[in-house]
């Protein structure tokens, strides 16, 4: 009896570790688990964004008068810009509406006056903003991402 006491013994000193180590290295599996799967799914996320195609198509030059604001002098603008989007169809799209965009872009510029034409908020133009917005609603979705201003003069 004695003998078998002295085996039971021994079994639950290393039945203790041997729960405390399977523990252990459970625990790490779900912790790697949850930290890496976020990652994985955000590359590939990225991965899914690198495959669509950049479609960059510049405008032909605008010239605009510009709102006298309080000076009431009035100004002119000479302005180049380039739309850039990711959308597969983003350029046949584009190039199919082209006079009611350069109608959108010359209604928000028309709006500005030299004070405002080169007002920043949270250190980006706030026109390129108003017209990323006019030119997306023009088209009736997001499909323009950024606009590239590529000449400006104001005189």
Do not use: C
């Not at 085996?7 to 912790?31: C, M, N, R, T």
């Not at 790697?32 to 030059?61: C, D, N, W």
């Not at 302005?79 to 990711?86: N, P, T």
């Amino acid at each position: 009896m004695e003998v078998q006491s002295t085996k039971d013994k021994e079994k639950k000193k290393w039945l203790k570790p041997l729960i405390i180590i399977v523990s252990a290295l459970i625990i790490g599996g779900i912790v790697s688990f949850s930290i890496t799967s976020g990652k994985v799914q955000a590359f590939v996320q990225r991965l899914g964004e690198e495959e669509k195609i950049e479609t960059t198509v510049p405008l032909e030059e605008f010239l605009v008068n510009l709102s006298p604001g309080e000076t009431g002098k009035g100004q002119y603008l000479k302005i180049e810009l380039s739309v850039y989007s990711l959308e597969e169809d983003a350029q046949e799209l584009i190039d199919k509406n082209i006079p009611q965009i350069r109608d959108a872009v010359i209604s928000v510029l028309r709006t500005k006056t030299s004070d405002t034409v080169f007002q920043e908020e949270e250190g980006s133009l706030v026109l390129k903003k108003e017209l990323i917005s006019q030119i997306n609603e023009t088209l009736g979705n997001a499909v323009i991402r950024d606009v590239f201003i590529t000449n400006i003069i104001m005189q």
